[in-house]
């Protein structure tokens, strides 16, 4: 019978055993041999011939070991049952019973005893070979449940009773994985073996389990990582296995033809142009450190990202005597870096402008970016000279360094206005504080004549005030460079993902309002008047404390957040950026103000209008249809001195787009707020609906000079609007249509990229 306390097993093999004995006197008809091999009254010769037949390497049970090493533990598997030579026929015994032993008071027990009989094909009553008993002993094993299994055939009074003796393995309390930096989270591990610790270790289960580790090692990137084992089960309950992570020993760069080659047609290796540490510095994987397939890719992206590069091919190369470390080749096919460019465009602070720019964005390969833009239009001309470090070498920050140098007239549009005329510049003004000013080459004035200049008149004439009116449109010359820091707070860490980043910088020109012949003009005035006289109030200085030029020093500290899904048309996250630049005197003509800015702006992913083919996709299809609901507020304000062509302006494309570039105002402080549906339509085309507010909080009469209040600009006023969006090579083309403020008055609009 199975010595246990499983009352079904116990029941299910006394039945066979009773099965037997009832079944003798029936057995007396058939031959002879076949009722002495039944008979229970066999000599004792036969039964040794019985035992002989049955006994191989099985008869010592053996006590389970307390500490197992895998190369143990595997050849403890073998079957104790010794192989023979081969033979034609083996002899087959009847066995009465089947006991199993070795669990009695384990907690257990049931289970386990169930485990090793149902892995067995011999039941009282079967008639089996010393081979067959091998098949059912590796079955026993292939349960996973016993470290050690052995077959002993007893004589009974019945015949063969098989003693199953076990030794089963440990209740499992703790998994470990060695070496302890295997990467693996112990939270990993706690999930996958939560369930098991407590129980008695299954070995099969085991292997599952190793599975599910192996499959969180390929999901997190670690391709090469193996989990083996266990190289240990303790007698406490302990198993220990073993990882190899892979580690990568180095990182090597080749250059690569257009055709892939390594070498050119001499058989000699290709040469490039940009450093090898350029390449180097954006691999995040260092010597020693584990291979990571998805950290690999993120490297890839970031080469990609620096517009150096036509392609990049990784191979992996095993080091020789040691399988676990890999070099990572890097394959590199340089592209053309070298750019002229040219092109006519049109914007609405600019008019008509013609543009030509010369730029190398791999400078004695390091990554160093220059480039010369001249542009050249209706409204005023920019020759700029920009030199770009994207990482200064060995900064662990990935701080970058830009500067520039330039050269630019415009018209400034805070001395214009689409709807109210212009300031147009003035000759020269004398002031003698009086409530009106005339003009020198008019007779309509109290002097009754036209005078040579502004002091004939003013000596002749000093209670009234006198100007000489040009008409001239104003132009702003600005002489200046600025060097800027940038850099990301991520810790010091390069390739973390930081969404904060710092911005430091200075920068100093030099200003002067001329004309558009170069002359140096001071004063202007509003070009709509009705006579030879104006209010001696409207005739304004252009630049600060009435200077024929000014200088700014400024110094700029900025900090942005970023969250958004997508830099170019984002559908969800945040974006935040706050900065103040303190101007400083640095003579008697550089004025001392402090500007502040700050700007919030939200995305809301949204499914509404389903007119894109992406937005309808069929079973199996992927869905494509980025539209979304965008939030923007913007504010700024300006304490101390402030030139007025300095102020801040209300209105265009990138601002309350129903009105025209400074037409709603130009103020001392301001507030704007935006929002606008985005939608995808047909191939590259995309629509979007918008609201705009802006808002000069009162401050236009702040302004030296006034000039809002002179171009009778409203100040504050919101405009609705809709609009096609084009997607280009040089970035999304906007074409929109917005009122102001209901009025029924629409005005067109044309920008390149989205208003924010």
């Not at 009989?117 to 996973?144: C, F």
């Not at 389903?610 to 299809?621: D, L, N």
Request: hydrophobic share 35%; aromatic share 8%; net charge negative.
């Amino acid at each position: 019978m199975v010595n246990s306390s499983s009352c079904r097993t116990r029941n299910a093999v006394r039945r066979g055993a009773l099965g037997l004995a009832l079944a003798l006197p029936l057995l007396t008809t058939l031959p002879v041999r076949a009722q002495a091999e039944t008979d229970s009254d066999q000599s004792s010769e036969e039964q040794i011939q019985l035992e002989d037949a049955l006994t191989g390497e099985t008869n010592a049970p053996q006590s389970a070991p307390q500490s197992v090493e895998v190369e143990e533990f595997e050849g403890a598997q073998e079957a104790p049952v010794a192989a023979e030579n081969e033979i034609t026929e083996q002899p087959r015994v009847l066995i009465t019973e089947v006991m199993i032993e070795g669990i009695d008071g384990h907690p257990e027990q049931e289970r386990l005893e169930l485990a090793a009989y149902d892995a067995m094909t011999v039941r009282p009553g079967s008639r089996v070979t010393r081979d067959e008993l091998k098949v059912d002993l590796e079955a026993i094993y292939a349960t996973g449940w016993f470290s050690d299994v052995r077959i002993e055939p007893v004589n009974g009074p019945l015949g063969v009773q098989l003693v199953v003796q076990v030794a089963p393995n440990p209740v499992l309390t703790k998994v470990e994985l060695l070496p302890e930096d295997n990467e693996i989270p112990p939270q990993v591990i706690e999930d996958a073996f939560s369930s098991d610790y407590g129980r008695t270790l299954n070995l099969s289960e085991l292997q599952l389990r190793m599975k599910e580790l192996q499959t969180w090692y390929s999901n997190e990137g670690y391709a090469l990582a193996r989990v083996t084992g266990p190289t240990r089960v303790g007698p406490d309950g302990v198993v220990e296995l073993k990882v190899v992570v892979g580690t990568v020993a180095g990182v090597e760069v080749q250059f690569l033809n257009k055709d892939g080659e390594t070498t050119n047609e001499k058989g000699e290796p290709i040469k490039g142009k940009t450093k090898p540490w350029v390449v180097t510095r954006e691999i995040s994987i260092k010597p020693g450190e584990a291979f990571n397939r998805n950290q690999l890719e993120g490297d890839i992206k970031r080469l990609y990202g620096t517009s150096l590069f036509s392609d990049v091919k990784v191979t992996l190369k095993p080091v020789a005597g040691n399988p676990s470390e890999v070099n990572i080749v890097l394959g590199i096919v340089e592209q053309s870096t070298g750019s002229l460019s040219g092109g006519l465009g049109y914007s609405q602070s600019q008019g008509v402008f013609g543009q030509i720019q010369l730029q190398d964005s791999n400078l004695f390969g390091r990554a160093w970016n220059i480039a010369l833009n001249l542009t050249y239009g209706q409204f005023g001309g920019l020759a700029n000279f920009t030199f770009t470090d994207p990482w200064i070498k060995g900064d662990s920050h990935r701080t970058s360094f830009r500067t520039s140098i330039f050269l630019s007239r415009e018209v400034p549009q805070v001395f214009q206005s689409q709807d109210k005329g212009d300031i147009v510049t003035v000759t020269d003004y004398e002031d003698n504080n009086s409530s009106r000013a005339y003009d020198i080459n008019n007779t309509r004035n109290p002097a009754g004549r036209k005078f040579d200049n502004v002091d004939d008149a003013s000596n002749l004439f000093p209670e009234d005030s006198w100007f000489d009116y040009e008409g001239d449109t104003v132009v702003l010359q600005r002489v200046g460079g600025n060097v800027i820091f940038a850099r990301p707070l991520n810790g010091g860490d390069p390739y973390k993902n930081a969404p904060w980043q710092i911005l430091v910088g200075m920068n100093v020109q030099n200003v002067r309002p001329i004309n558009f012949e170069g002359d140096s003009r001071i004063f202007a005035t509003p070009n709509k008047r009705d006579k030879n006289d104006i209010p001696n109030e409207n005739i304004i200085c252009i630049a600060y404390n009435c200077a024929s030029e000014n200088n700014l020093a400024g110094l700029r500290l900025a900090a942005t957040y970023n969250s958004l899904n997508d830099p170019r048309n984002p559908t969800s996250g945040n974006f935040f950026s706050f900065g103040t630049e303190q101007f400083l005197s640095v003579g008697e003509n550089s004025p001392t103000f402090n500007r502040v800015k700050a700007s919030y702006t939200q995305f809301f992913p949204v499914n509404w209008l389903k007119i894109a083919k992406g937005c309808r996709p069929k079973p199996g299809e992927k869905l494509n249809c980025p539209q979304s609901i965008g939030l923007q507020v913007k504010a700024g304000s300006i304490v101390g001195d402030l030139p007025p062509y300095e102020a801040f302006c209300l209105g265009g494309s990138n601002s309350v787009r129903g009105w025209f570039d400074c037409d709603l105002a130009v103020g001392r402080s301001y507030g704007e707020a935006t929002l606008e549906y985005r939608f995808p339509l047909i191939s590259i085309f995309a629509g979007e609906l918008f609201v705009d507010a802006g808002t000069d909080f009162g401050s236009q009469n702040n302004v030296p000079g006034k000039p809002g209040k002179l171009l009778k600009k409203p100040g504050s006023g919101f405009s609705i609007g809709t609009g096609v969006i084009v997607t280009t090579p040089v970035g999304p083309l906007r074409l929109e249509v917005a009122s102001q403020d209901f009025t029924g008055e629409w005005r067109f609009n044309l920008g390149v990229g989205w208003k924010f």
